[in-house]
């Protein structure tokens, strides 16, 4: 086995993670000519299950970059007016129509597309790099000052020594606990999500949808040929359906959702069900000397209305303490 290697790079900004976060900001910093290295912990982008909607504001930021119409190619559907189903009858639940934007609507687009696209654009700029299968597990730090990071990688152990470090490695950010920073104390949320896929015919409705009844909550997300199924419990009870068994499960999908009862079989086992723990903080303070963390990982968003939940949990962690 070839002994481990061990390499020291400059750089002027190293951004640690490669979710939506750091690779925006990486292809934002390359574009002002700044030496950016973006270091990723997975070898591809393929992250099922995550991020899958892409508020008008994403859209409105592309297309002040110019990239708006060539981000619209990649295959997507739209949802203008998503409806809420009840036993009480329906009703628009948001409408994004009414905004004043070139984009009054939601984008369900695979996240993986969106952050290859993003990547594809950066990697246009000769001072950017990208890093995967970066590993990074310590920060570099002269006095108080944090000057780069270390991760394990191809090879073995690396060095990254930069200007600014930015920690965009999400809501279990290892940065931030290198870091010693901490969310004051996670925000209260009553509900988790249970996220999984079935077949979607093509003449079914083709808007994102959401159905209230027989104590179900369900979001309907339409990936073309699949069906993004959200599936809204009480929080702590994952455990609880689990020992209930699978069948149990599946049946109460169909009782919300009949047109389902012909395709749920295909729900086979329950590592085909993402568990999402809904969770909103933000860091009072998400810096330090040479280092600033963005994203979920100075704040996480609950994944309904997740920006105004951030908003409220921010204005609270900034409330002056007496
Ligand atoms: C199940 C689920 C569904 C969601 N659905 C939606 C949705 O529909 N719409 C929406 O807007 N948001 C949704 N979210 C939230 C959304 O995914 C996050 O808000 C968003 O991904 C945060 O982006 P980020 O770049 O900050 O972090 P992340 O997307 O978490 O990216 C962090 C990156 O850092 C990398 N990383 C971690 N540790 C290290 C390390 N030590 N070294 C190097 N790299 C590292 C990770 O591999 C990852 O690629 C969902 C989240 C989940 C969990």
Redesign the pocket.
């Known amino acids: 086995m070839a002994p481990d290697s061990f390499s020291v790079l400059n750089t002027g900004c190293c951004i640690?993670?490669?979710?939506?976060?750091?690779a925006v900001l990486a292809l934002l910093l390359a574009r002002q000519g700044i030496a950016v290295t973006l270091?990723?912990?997975?070898k591809d982008f393929d992250?099922d299950?995550?991020?899958?909607?892409l508020?008008p504001s994403v859209l409105t930021l592309m297309e002040e970059l110019g990239l708006s119409e060539q981000l619209l190619q990649i295959p997507h559907s739209k949802a203008y007016q998503p409806h809420m189903h009840t036993e009480q009858g329906d009703f628009t639940f948001i409408d994004y129509s009414h905004l004043n934007t070139h984009f009054p609507f939601l984008t369900v687009m695979p996240q993986v597309r969106f952050l290859e696209f993003i990547i594809e654009q950066a990697k246009q700029y000769p001072n950017f790099q990208l890093i995967m299968g970066?590993?990074?597990?310590a920060l570099i730090g002269e006095a108080e000052t944090i000057r780069g990071v270390r991760?394990r990688g191809q090879g073995g152990w690396h060095e990254i020594r930069a200007t600014l470090t930015i920690g965009?490695?999400?809501?279990h950010s290892?940065i931030r606990q290198l870091a010693g920073l901490k969310f004051p104390k996670p925000d209260a949320s009553p509900l988790d999500v249970l996220?999984f896929r079935l077949p979607r015919y093509p003449e079914e409705a083709d808007e994102l949808t959401a159905l209230v009844g027989h104590g179900q909550f369900i979001a309907l997300l339409n990936r073309d040929t699949q069906w993004q199924v959200g599936c809204v419990i009480a929080k702590g009870a994952y455990q609880t359906l689990r020992s209930q068994g699978l069948e149990s499960f599946r049946q109460s999908i169909v009782n919300a959702v009949p047109q389902f009862k012909d395709r749920i079989e295909q729900l086979q086992n329950w590592s085909q069900i993402?568990y999402?723990s809904v969770e909103t903080g933000c860091l009072k303070r998400w810096y330090r000397p040479g280092l600033l963390l963005i994203?979920?990982?100075a704040h996480v968003?609950a994944?309904l209305g997740?920006l105004a939940l951030t908003t409220r949990s921010q204005m609270q962690s900034l409330q002056p303490t007496s």
């Open positions: 640690v993670g490669g979710g939506p976060a750091g270091l990723e912990a997975h992250r299950f995550r991020g899958d909607t508020q970066a590993n990074v597990q991760y965009a490695d999400g809501r290892r996220w993402a999402l994203g979920d990982a968003m994944p997740g």
